[in-house]
């Protein structure tokens, strides 16, 4: 929880300049891609803060992920490490 807490926090910063250079209009015309880029790394970190507030991070929750990349490219690491957890324990 902790975790999550913290990483909804830097969130909230990264958001705030974000949105302190965007109200630029030379600055979010020269950088709008990069601006984009910033806010989906944001919608990431709360995904990924949701997700570490979870009890049980099976795969079950993976689905709820919105970013359709993120949830393929954490399903995918999800099963690898449950894989790897099986191997481990026989």
Same mark, same amino acid.
């Given at each position: 929880?902790?975790?999550?807490?913290?990483?909804?926090?830097?969130?909230?910063?990264?958001?705030?300049?974000?949105?302190?250079?965007?109200?630029?209009?030379?600055?979010?015309?020269?950088?709008?891609?990069?601006?984009?880029?910033?806010?989906?790394?944001?919608?990431?970190?709360?995904? &990924?803060? +949701? @997700?570490?507030?979870?009890?049980?991070?099976?795969?079950? /929750?993976? !689905? #709820?992920?919105? &970013?359709? +990349? @993120?949830?393929?490219?954490?399903?995918?690491?999800?099963? /690898?490490? !449950? #894989?790897?957890?099986?191997?481990?324990?026989?």
């Amino acid at each position: 929880m902790a975790l999550a807490d913290e990483l909804v926090a830097i969130t909230a910063k990264l958001a705030d300049m974000a949105y302190e250079l965007g109200a630029d209009p030379a600055t979010l015309r020269r950088h709008m891609h990069t601006l984009q880029q910033v806010d989906e790394i944001t919608q990431v970190q709360l995904i &990924i803060a +949701d @997700l570490l507030r979870t009890e049980d991070l099976g795969g079950c /929750h993976l !689905s #709820r992920v919105g &970013i359709s +990349d @993120l949830a393929q490219r954490l399903q995918c690491s999800y099963e /690898h490490y !449950s #894989r790897a957890v099986q191997i481990a324990k026989s």
